[in-house]
């Protein structure tokens, strides 16, 4: 391949450019990878298209049920959730047979200061739940995968601490659980974990040419799914967050935009200089499926937006949050399997990864933030070693969050 030519990788496990001479490859975010295998995902999680859970459910329209009133928002709730409203969620004791809908009625749940409410809640494994969200903030219902842990029942005086847990682009809120064992590591400590849908939203409220509006997916995240857990299930004040790709970005984006939410955030394989040569062009371009300068809006002209999203930008104020990053060169490593050409959209996302890393923890290092990071090396953008790298730093997260091993 002539030393000149440009290559363009998608990030966020969502698409991929790669621009070879001549010849432009567009990798767009509803279209499977040509270079991928036939009916897999396009990066990494190597999913037969046709199992993929929809991102999306029908759309209502949109609650305009008031607040929760007075109650204490992002810590230990007033007053506990009564029994009726939470009946169904009684850990291993809830009524009927796992995968049962439960918990259908709305009166009695909370909602959220934006007026979003829990529509329906389904037990769909041992502690697992699907919690259904009206959320004003999208326009849309979208979905909750909440664990929690043995001691959790529905009519405690107490609060758990909590993992808000973020997936990557091109895929949904089942992932986590699908692609790894987090259930059962969850259940060895005394933690709630929260997988909130993120579909392809880009982690950000819209930039909407200058105008806002839905989707609001940060409002949704940080605002709607934490309050309505908070005010509901017992979800406390003692907060992590940690993604993948996109995810990644995600966690350590809100975590500079929310400063003190969280105690500790992972981002593993996360594209987090937004603003790094080359980065702004490449995720226009993984974007203009979506009309691209309508998330963050045009990279030049409205750039403060872009610092305002961008997680290198944010790092001074993320300090009292312990960061942990990890990346992989995207050269063949340990859980590759053999014969994947170079170029391979799994090993290109991941070169473009691991230089966005290494800005990041270099602006940390010149403003003296703490960072924690794992260049791992040979790797490429794969569940493997996501799932490695969440093993890896559990323990860290549950002690910086208060979280004890289960006995």
């Known amino acids: 391949m002539p030393k000149r030519t440009e290559r363009l990788i998608a990030i966020g496990a969502v698409a991929g450019v790669v621009l070879v001479p001549s010849v432009l490859v567009m990798l767009p975010i509803d279209v499977p990878n040509p270079l991928a295998a036939p009916g897999q995902d396009p990066v990494g999680d190597q999913i037969p298209m046709a199992q993929r859970t929809p991102a999306k459910s029908p759309t209502p329209k949109p609650s305009t049920s008031g607040g929760a009133g007075p109650q204490q928002v992002g810590g230990r709730p007033v007053a506990t959730p009564s029994e009726p409203a939470l009946k169904e969620l009684k850990g291993d004791r809830g009524s009927g047979k796992e995968g049962d809908e439960a918990g259908t009625r709305t009166g009695p749940y909370r909602t959220a200061e934006t007026g979003a409410k829990v529509v ?119 907060r992590a967050a940690m993604g993948i790709s996109s995810g990644a970005q995600g966690a350590m984006t809100y975590t500079g935009r929310h400063p003190g939410m969280f105690k500790y955030t992972a981002a593993y394989s996360g594209v ?15 974007n203009s499926a979506r009309e691209p300068k309508k998330i963050w809006g045009d990279p030049a002209l409205h750039r403060s937006n872009w610092v305002a999203h961008d997680p290198t930008s944010l790092l001074a104020k993320m300090r009292g949050t312990r960061l ?31 230089r966005t890393t290494q800005d990041f923890v270099a602006r940390a290092k010149e403003l003296g933030v703490p960072v924690t990071a794992d260049m791992y090396g040979e790797g490429s953008h794969t569940w493997p070693y ?10 860290s997260m549950m002690r910086a969050i208060g979280a004890a091993p289960v006995k």
Request: glycine content about 8%; hydrophobic content about 35%.
């Open 272 to 286: 987090l200089s937004m603003l790094s040569p080359g980065i702004p062009s490449l995720l226009m371009y993984v």
């Open 120 to 238: 329906k809640v389904q037990k769909t494994a041992t502690r697992q739940y699907d919690v259904s969200v009206q959320s004003p903030a999208l326009g849309s219902t979208q979905k909750v995968r909440m664990l929690v842990p043995p001691s959790w029942r529905a009519g405690a005086q107490r609060t758990w601490p909590v993992v808000y847990v973020f997936h990557g682009g091109n895929d949904s809120y089942v992932s986590w659980t699908r692609s790894t064992d987090i259930a059962s590591l969850a259940a060895r400590y005394d933690v709630i974990v929260a997988m909130p849908e993120g579909s392809n939203g880009s982690y950000t409220d819209w930039y909407n040419d200058g105008k806002g509006g839905i989707p609001k997916w940060e409002t949704f995240h940080t605002t709607e799914v934490r309050q309505l857990l908070e005010r509901n299930f017992h979800a406390g004040s003692q």
């Open 386 to 395: 996501w799932k490695r790298e969440m093993h890896k730093t559990w323990p």
């Open 324 to 354: 942990h990053v990890s990346a992989g060169n995207g050269k063949p490593g340990p859980f590759d399997p053999p014969g994947k050409a170079p170029w391979d959209i799994r090993y290109l996302s991941e070169t473009q990864v691991w």
